[in-house]
């Protein structure tokens, strides 16, 4: 018996949707957007950055050791 056990660990990532809205002002346009307005950007999606890891979820799961695994 293996003294590991086996886990899951959710890492937390920060990404960027862009949005196209017609406003007067950079304060309106967010306002728009919050409210469900604008037209989302379709391929403007991208990864901008991973949080501390003391924000991650980990959840120990029952799983059978496979020794390919670390």
């Known amino acids: 018996m293996r003294d590991q056990r ?3 660990v959710g890492v937390r990532e920060v990404h960027v949707q862009p949005y196209k809205v017609w406003a007067r002002t950079p304060e309106e346009a967010v306002r728009i957007v919050e409210d469900g307005g604008g037209e989302m950007i379709e391929d403007g999606f991208e990864y901008s950055h991973t949080l501390d890891s003391e924000v ?3 959840e120990e799961i ?9």
């Open 62 to 70: 029952e799983e059978e050791w496979r020794d390919e695994e670390n």
């Open 6 to 8: 086996c886990f899951i």
């Open 56 to 58: 991650w979820m980990v």
